[in-house]
Nanobody, 125 residues
Framework: VQLVESGGTVVQPGGSLRLSCQAS????????IAWFRQAPGKEREGVSC????????HYANSVRGRFTTSRDNAKTTVYLEMNNLQSDDTAVYFC???????????????????WGKGTQVTVSA
């Protein structure tokens, strides 16, 4: 199983960015894909989850209303659309897959089965 994130870059405060997570080697139609992030000196934080079977989504309070996750099952890809980015959003963003879905729904990093290597998002003027 391979998860590959892309789309991270430097963006100004208030700007927008879309991250992608392409999955391979996994049955994509019935899993949970979550986004996590980790800033320097901080613990890894759950950001969002989407279930690929029906598109159910869940967000952390810190990003709800600003971030949107979506999926394209034909492309085995999950997206994270991030709007109104702030300096606190600066982090390495990881996508992770959960075959049982429940850890994704709880944004519980310890229960995820597979991880990507991450993509850096820096919000700076």
């Amino acid at each position: 199983v391979q998860l590959v994130e892309s789309g991270g870059t430097v963006v100004q405060p208030g700007g927008s960015l879309r991250l992608s997570c392409q999955a391979s080697g996994v049955t994509f139609d019935d899993i949970g894909i979550a986004w996590f992030r980790q800033a320097p000196g901080k613990e890894r934080e759950g950001v969002s989850c989407i279930t690929t079977s029906d598109g159910w989504t869940h967000y952390a309070n810190s990003v709800r209303g600003r971030f949107t996750t979506s999926r394209d099952n034909a492309k085995t890809t999950v997206y994270l659309e991030m709007n109104n980015l702030q300096s606190d959003d600066t982090a390495v963003y990881f996508c992770a897959a959960d075959r049982a879905v429940i850890s994704c729904m709880d944004l519980r990093a310890g229960g995820m089965d597979y991880w990507g290597k991450g993509t850096q998002v820096t919000v700076s003027a």
